[in-house]
Every structure is written in structure tokens, then in C-alpha cells.
């Protein structure tokens, strides 16, 4: 199995930042993308930023230019830093990761539990 633990969300006040982290651990074969999915009370949950395994990054039209994903393969760890917070970012922030835990495997996505962004005055 994958366990995927998030930290760094808490409370900001608009136009401040966060940095959230998530790392991957467990009996990983490879990691083929990581990424941060989020949810508002009362919203469908919707994909904020994602990296796969040759770097390449995806945001969400939303958080472009003010949200920056990297990823440190050696650590299994991802990490969003979030400028320039908006109340409508409040949500809960999912990360997630497609896996295989071995050579024969077909890749999975496994979730980690969830940390709360709220960004408020």
C-alpha cells in the first residue's frame, strides 16, 4: 500500500501564502504523477495542480500564476507553495499519486486524508 500524508494547510488571511506538503510512503515501485486535488463545502472536488514523473506540471486555469508545484522524487514528496490566497481558495486539499508497488502492477491512485486551507480575515 501507499500512504500519502498532507501537512501545511492552517488559516491565512487574504493575499497571504501556504506552502502544503505531501509525502509518499510505503512499498512504492514508481510514482507516475503526484498531484493536489481540492474541495469547497457544497463543491465537487476539482483538480488545483498535478507533476508527472518527467516534470511536467498542470494547473488549474483558477491558480495559474499565483500556485507553484514541485516534487522531490528522491523523497517521494510533493509540495504546492500558494501566493496570493483568495477567500475562494478555502477548501479541503487532497494530495494524491499514481503508483504501481511493483513491475507487474498496473498503476493505482491512492489519496491522503486531507488538509484544510481556509483563507479568511
Known amino acids: 500500500q501507499v500512504q500519502l500524508v498532507e501537512s501545511g494547510g492552517g488559516l491565512v488571511q487574504p493575499g497571504g501564502s501556504l506552502r502544503l506538503s505531501c509525502a509518499a510512503s510505503?512499498?512504492?515501485?514508481?510514482?507516475?504523477?503526484m498531484g493536489w486535488y481540492r474541495q469547497a463545502p457544497g463543491k465537487e472536488r476539482e483538480l488545483v495542480a498535478a507533476?508527472?514523473?518527467?516534470?511536467?506540471?498542470n494547473y488549474a486555469d483558477s491558480v495559474k500564476g499565483r500556485f507553484t508545484i514541485s516534487r522531490d522524487n528522491a523523497k517521494n514528496t510533493i509540495y504546492v507553495q500558494m501566493n496570493s490566497l483568495k477567500p475562494e481558495d478555502t477548501a479541503v486539499y487532497y494530495c494524491y499519486a499514481v503508483a504501481t508497488l511493483t513491475p507487474q502492477n498496473r498503476p493505482m491512485t491512492y489519496w491522503g486524508k486531507g488538509t484544510l486551507v481556509t483563507v479568511s480575515t
Open positions: 510505503g512499498s512504492i515501485f514508481s510514482i507516475y504523477a
Open positions: 507533476t508527472g514523473s518527467g516534470g511536467s506540471t
